[in-house]
């Protein structure tokens, strides 16, 4: 079964530290997406990224980046120099691929809540 | 360029009333989802919506009733609330059948059920 596990709870840290949030996922299909989301303190759920099974390469978006490693299921975040905006719930999601057929639905992780302080 | 909005953006209201969430989004997607975001639970699907008049049940669908007759509007409503439907409540949408479509949120309701 599709499973998405942030195992990280909470996060701490200290602003311009870097930081890494993990996330590790189950499934059979061979064809899938991964998806990361923010919310912040105001709420609202902020889409980050999307990834697909056949593309491992690494991906940089300014101080954000992802790794994605087919060998280890994983899907890990990485803020570079954090700031106190990046202070908010992170979350991780799997798309179910195509045997889902018309179901098509999320897998969501439970979020990693990250605190940076200054 | 409003994109997907929800009403109301707050809401109290006493056990075993009717309430209606609504949901509407101007992109012409498809798809339209109804979740519920509860703390140690993450974000949990109640009703999917594939197409218009097309609806399935998520993961925790009891209590609530939705339809979509038109594309763009999808509202959930709690037949009798009760004091464990409050929740934060967020509608999302996308446009296309396939793995890679990325869901986009509305703002959420806050729901307070007395």
């Known amino acids: 079964a599709q499973k998405v596990t942030q195992a990280q709870t909470e996060i701490s840290v200290v602003e311009k530290e870097d930081v890494t949030l993990d996330c590790v996922y189950e499934?059979?299909?061979?064809?899938?997406?991964l998806f990361w989301y923010k919310q912040p303190p105001s709420g609202e759920l902020v889409f980050l990224i999307r990834?697909?099974?056949?593309d491992e390469q690494n991906e940089i978006s300014g101080r954000y980046s992802w790794n994605f490693q087919k060998s280890t299921s994983s899907f890990n975040f990485t803020i570079t120099a954090s700031q106190v905006v990046d202070s908010a719930v992170y979350f991780c999601?799997?798309?179910?691929?195509?045997?889902?057929?018309?179901?098509?639905?999320?897998?969501w992780g439970l979020g990693t809540s990250l605190a940076v302080n200054p | 360029d409003a994109g997907i909005t929800q009403s109301p953006r707050y809401k109290i209201t006493e056990t075993g009333r009717q309430v209606t969430l609504m949901c509407h989004q101007t992109?012409?997607?498809?798809?339209m989802f109804w979740y519920r975001q509860d703390l140690g639970h993450g974000l949990r699907l109640i009703y999917y919506s594939a197409a218009a008049d097309i609806t399935d049940k998520g993961e925790v669908p009891d209590g609530y009733v939705v339809s979509r007759s038109k594309t763009e509007n999808f509202p959930l409503t709690l037949e009798s609330a009760t004091r464990s439907q409050t929740s934060v409540y967020f509608c999302?949408?996308?446009?296309?059948?396939?793995?890679?479509?990325?869901?986009?949120f509305g703002p959420g309701t806050r729901l307070l059920v007395l």
């Open positions: 999601a799997l798309s179910e691929g195509l045997n889902a057929g018309n179901n098509r639905k999320l897998i």
């Open positions: 999302a949408s996308h446009s296309g059948p396939t793995p890679k479509e990325t869901q986009y």
């Open positions: 992109w012409s997607h498809s798809y």
């Open positions: 499934t059979r299909d061979t064809t899938y997406y």
């Open positions: 990834r697909n099974s056949f």
